[in-house]
């Protein structure tokens, strides 16, 4: 079975403080995701990589293809970053859809 | 209606009773999904459409069908709902075309059947 995994599960942090959350998937993809879902929230949907890194703001997303991982960096953090971060993938040749990581818990205090 | 739109926001259901969650999608996408949301599990694909007319399978199916009548409109029914299908349910929807776009989510369903 393809598996997204996550990491950490949970992480509380201190305002400011620069945040990292790894994925790892197990065979080729087209495209990564990073979403975003607030409790008791909808997802949104933060960044889409096939290569490379993007920038949005206080958050970058960086792929490597070859290792099949991928990073969210949040930097200056604050207490509206809280909230549930998941990865999801697009593999290649396989049924349509996503196929999701559990998600990491993110709290940053003030 | 911008974006993506599902209908009821939350629903208590008699286990045995059939229930169709609605989503309407105003972006024009070809491609829409049904996922369901469980604690512990994540997110898990139900049944997608690439193309208005065209459906497909997902990882947990069973109990679950869908229809594709037309581009804005992806409906997905319960047909004797039972407590195991107690869960969140989010649509989404994407661009199928060769550089597929983001995913947009609705606002998710939550479904408690006793």
């Known amino acids: 079975k393809n598996e997204v995994e996550q990491s950490p599960q949970n992480l509380t942090a201190q305002e400011g403080e620069f945040i990292t959350i790894n994925c790892s998937y197990s065979v080729g993809i087209s495209a990564l995701h990073w979403l975003q879902q607030h409790p008791g929230g909808g997802i949104v949907s933060l960044f889409m990589?096939?290569?490379g890194k993007k920038k949005h703001g206080r958050l970058i997303a960086t792929i490597n293809i070859q290792e099949k991982h991928s990073s969210l960096h949040i930097t200056a953090s604050h207490p509206r970053d809280s909230a549930v971060y998941i990865c999801?993938?697009?593999?290649?040749?396989?049924?349509?859809?996503?196929?999701f990581g559990k998600g990491t818990h993110l709290i940053i205090q003030p | 209606i911008a974006g993506i739109t599902q209908a009821p926001t939350s629903q208590i259901l008699a286990a045995g009773r059939r229930m169709t969650l609605r989503c309407t999608q105003d972006m024009r996408h070809n491609a829409m999904y049904w996922y369901r949301q469980d604690l512990g599990l994540g997110l898990r694909l139900i049944h997608y459409s690439n193309t208005a007319g065209t459906t497909g399978k997902g990882e947990v199916p069973d109990g679950y069908s869908v229809s594709r009548a037309n581009t804005d409109d992806f409906p997905l029914t319960l047909a004797s709902a039972v407590p195991s299908q107690t869960s969140v349910y989010f649509c989404a929807s994407s661009d199928s075309g060769q550089g597929r776009t983001e995913a947009f989510f609705g606002q998710g369903t939550r479904l408690t059947v006793v």
């Open positions: 990589l096939s290569s």
């Open positions: 999801a993938v697009r593999y290649r040749g396989g049924a349509d859809g996503l196929t």
